[in-house]
């Protein structure tokens, strides 16, 4: 797997918030059912465009990352404060952006799974029955598409727990696909 094209992009998502960022082969996410069910039945945000039933099934997810040969796992701790959300927002727009910028150098494939529910909207049109207000925007998450978060970063060594209050540090996983 050749690594040094993409480097470049690794280290502007580093400049630019992230904690750490592996070029890693698709074959190291992991892809499972239960995941889209606790999207589903647990989780406050599932009224999103970016959430299911309106995202791909692990199913599709995992046909999805086997067409391709690399991808780039970002991880942030994001450490709690008033401004999480805020640097979050901006943070998951970089990596929108790092895609944009992946498909203009050439890598025509370049997609970007973010961490978590879209939040660029106050009220996400899927509540009112509107199309998405920001579709160049908005990313599904890894979570909704039934990727396991926890195993692929473990799988990729670094370190996710639980949080047990939300004044902890939480580390957040984004997957951009590349070729």
């Given at each position: 797997m050749d690594i040094y094209d993409l480097e470049k992009y690794c280290e502007k998502a580093l400049r630019a918030g992230a904690t750490n960022a592996k070029i890693t082969s698709?074959?190291?996410?992991v892809t499972a059912p239960w995941v889209r069910f606790k999207c589903l039945f647990g989780c406050p945000y599932k009224q999103r465009y970016s959430c299911p039933p309106h995202t791909p099934t692990p199913e599709e997810t995992r046909q999805t990352l086997?067409?391709?040969n690399r991808a780039i796992l970002f991880h942030v701790e994001a450490p709690y404060s008033r401004e999480r959300g805020k640097t979050m927002v901006a943070y998951l727009d970089m990596?929108?952006?790092l895609e944009e910028e992946l498909f203009k150098d050439g890598y025509y494939k370049a997609f970007v799974m973010l961490a978590g529910p879209c939040v660029l909207c106050k009220?996400?049109?899927a509540v009112e029955g509107v199309p998405c207000r920001l579709p160049d925007r908005t990313r599904p998450s890894m979570e909704?598409?039934?990727i396991d978060v926890f195993q692929t970063?473990?799988?990729n060594g670094f370190f996710i727990t639980t949080l047990k209050e939300k004044s902890e540090t939480q580390n957040?996983?984004?997957?951009?696909?590349v070729d």
């Open positions: 698709p074959d190291t996410v086997d067409s391709y990596l929108v952006k009220e996400c049109g909704s598409c039934g970063a473990r799988n957040l996983y984004c997957l951009m696909l």
